[in-house]
């Protein structure tokens, strides 16, 4: 049986003040993890999560981060290592979706999309490597369906996270054996709040469980491969079926 405990180890959670990110960073928590929360620009929601997970108990600490900014991997990593002295999960949650219609794409949605989804995480890992090597930890990267499926309003958004689904893939082979290098791709989970309740339908319809994803679907994924030490470079689609629907 895989021992989901993590005590005494240190949880660094990218985009962890809210939705996905959020729901990782508390099953981790649940389950022990000191909690390293990066941010950005969501410095409320951050401080109502902090205050909730420290009501039960979790250790957390908040990191500020701007990720479309070159330096600010490496500046987190050295400020959650002064903070906690190491690193043994890293999850790249931190992401952007815009919807990018072919002829209205622009300079700066594409290098916004792909310096937040793929950029920053790479460098986030090559940043942590000393450490995980050290603790003998793992990444846990979150991709996405898009990455395997065609959608033509999204297709710089479903190329950055291609490119994270190989990153994860090379990675794992150039890490190990000291690091562990897995991701999970989700599907529908977590609805945008401008969607109509006719489009959230159609996907329920088209999903073979019949339901929109829980945030908490995808923090019991990570949680898996967090713990899972025979697992590298394997990619979790959790998507309630539609990969198969077909």
Known sequence: MIDTRFNGKVALVTGGAHRVGKAIAHELGARGATLALHYNSSKDELDRTVAEFQAENIKTASFHGDLTQILTPDRIVHEVMAEFGRIDILVNSAAVMMRTPIGEVTVEEWDTMFAINTRAPFFLVQS???????????????????????????????????????????????????????????????????????????????????????????????????????????????DGGRSVRK
């Open 128 to 238: 942590c490597r000393e450490a995980l090597k050290v603790s003998k930890g793992c990444v846990v990267n979150i991709a996405d369906i898009a990455a395997f499926e065609s959608w033509p309003a999204y297709v710089p958004h479903s190329m950055t996270k291609a490119a994270v689904v190989q990153m994860t893939r090379s990675l794992a082979k150039a890490l190990a054996p000291e690091i562990r290098v897995n991701a999970v791709a989700p599907g529908a989970v977590m609805m945008p709040e401008s969607w109509d309740d006719g489009s959230k339908q159609r996907i329920v319809d088209s999903t073979p469980l019949k339901r929109i994803g829980d945030a908490f679907d995808v923090a019991e994924a990570v949680v898996y491969l967090a713990a899972a030490q025979y697992v590298t470079g394997e990619v979790l689609v959790v």
